[in-house]
């Protein structure tokens, strides 16, 4: 196994799936990165209490991870968009949801953008770590996510930092460009973003992505690999997401790799 490689896989064990380090010393300064007590603060919101995560499941929740929510819940249920992804490799829905062998919940077969089959007002709390850039139309995807989430429900996203990884060249998003989207109900097929993504995204910070022609070929079938990322999101934008759906923002930290804000209906 060649250097690259290793350094990969070392990366895809930690919580940021998609991040290529170029050093081990940087994937050591991620973890340093993270204070405990930035959880401890918010666990309350998460003890004992009925989940939903989007995607996963996520190094970033498990015990070692700078939120150990896994450890700490009572039930957890689980949206993926397919029952094969880049991520997760082949899930099986009958097996329920699964962490660390464990089945913590059910698990969907769903498009995050639409969650119309699950009961409103029935989740404690929601959990989305580094896919909301994933998702076309981000803004649609939360309304789905708040209408299922009770009274006191709450909201924590992690979305990577562009400075981090293969992003760092783009542009973040504008808030305004998001309203548009959901306004146009822009769909999860759209490559809206594909050029400017092609000329910016760094294939040296994303070997998985292969050479120009690999990663052109695989983002033409975005919808079947999802593997995208559509926008680009700082703490400003994560914030005026939360102000749109009128979400108290409970807390917010701002990591070497991520940015996590966590707010309650």
Not at 61 to 87: A, H
Not at 152 to 166: C, D, H, M, Q
Not at 171 to 194: G, P, Q, R
Request: charged content about 25%; some cysteine; hydrophobic content about 35%.
């Amino acid at each position: 196994m060649n250097k690259s490689k290793k350094i990969f896989i070392l990366c895809k064990n930690n919580w940021y799936k998609s991040l290529y380090c170029k050093t081990k010393k940087k994937i050591f300064n991620y973890r340093k990165s993270i204070s405990i007590n930035d959880f401890l603060e918010i666990e309350k919101f998460f003890l004992n209490k009925n989940g939903l995560e989007i995607g996963g499941p996520s190094n970033f929740f498990n015990k070692e991870g700078p939120m150990p929510i896994y450890e700490k819940m009572g039930t957890l249920d689980n949206i993926n968009f397919s029952s094969s992804t880049t991520w997760t490799g082949t899930i099986n829905r009958e097996n329920g949801f699964l962490i660390d062998g464990r089945k913590v919940g059910k698990q969907y077969i769903a498009d995050a953008t639409n969650l119309s089959f699950l009961k409103n007002y029935y989740y404690d709390f929601i959990l989305s770590c580094n896919n909301i850039e994933h998702i076309a139309n981000p803004i649609k995807a939360i309304e789905q996510w708040t209408s299922i989430l009770n009274k006191k429900g709450t909201l924590v996203i992690v979305a990577p930092r562009k400075e981090s990884n293969f992003d760092h060249n783009r542009a973040i998003v504008k808030f305004s460009h998001l309203i548009s989207d959901y306004k146009n109900n822009m769909e999860e097929k759209d490559l809206t973003h594909l050029k400017e993504i092609l000329r910016l995204h760094d294939l040296e910070m994303d070997p998985p992505a292969g050479t120009k022609e690999q990663f052109k070929e695989r983002s033409l079938k975005n919808y079947e690999n999802r593997c995208l990322h559509h926008h680009v999101f700082d703490l400003n934008i994560l914030k005026d997401i939360y102000n749109y759906f009128n979400l108290s923002i409970i807390k917010t930290v701002q990591l070497d790799s991520d940015y996590i804000i966590i707010g309650q209906k």
